[in-house]
């Protein structure tokens, strides 16, 4: 977690595509949760061609904007100076490398939205305390209804594993949708049960 910063991921995504590419898959689709959400969003923005469709959990477009609020200024400032800060809750302790805040604010929610075009399904908790659903439904509804479909939970936190076989089927209706059945591999599996 040191290292982590939105650019590394996306650099993770796109040694993944080509792999997949390299062996025949040409046309993706991506899955995201969380940071990975906002992974996805950026990678769909930046390097559309080949992406069908995208489906998100609690994408995390304001991680600078939060991290920020949580450190403070004078945490932000002893982070910067020291280079690492240690971050912890009910889910992670690990520290963050000050790359990720500067790498973060390379990437404005803004230029995002200029560029995103992808057919995503967008599922969000209510009661999420990491990512502000608020921030979520103002993004789907900036991208507009003839690219986002947002799902809302009432009663469900950051992760909605509670409601994962559920949210499984729907993204793979979604994919199913803007999937041309050309080939045999662009087949989706039952969600288990």
Not at 60 to 88: F, H, K
Not at 154 to 181: K, N, Q, S, Y
């Amino acid at each position: 977690m040191r290292e982590l910063s939105l650019s590394r991921n996306l650099e993770d995504v796109a040694a993944a595509r080509r792999f997949l590419v390299e062996r025949g898959y040409r046309r993706l689709a991506l899955f995201g949760s969380s940071m990975g959400g906002a992974t996805a969003l950026w990678e769909g923005a930046r390097r559309p061609e080949g992406i069908v469709a995208s489906a998100l959990i609690a994408p995390a477009i304001g991680l600078r904007a939060a991290l920020e609020r949580w450190a403070g200024p004078s945490g932000l400032e002893r982070w910067r100076r020291e280079g690492v800060i240690r971050y912890g809750d009910e889910r992670v302790d690990c520290e963050l490398g000050w790359q990720l805040i500067e790498d973060l604010r390379r990437h404005p929610l803004e230029e995002l939205i200029a560029a995103y075009q992808l057919p995503t399904l967008i599922f969000q908790g209510k009661l999420d305390d990491t990512v502000d659903w608020r921030e979520v439904d103002g993004l789907a509804e900036r991208l507009g209804p003839g690219v986002v479909d947002l799902r809302l939970f009432d009663g469900a936190g950051h992760r909605l594993t509670d409601r994962l076989p559920g949210l499984w089927g729907l993204a793979r209706d979604h994919f199913a949708r803007h999937v041309e059945p050309a080939t045999g591999n662009q087949r989706f599996p039952e969600a288990e049960r």
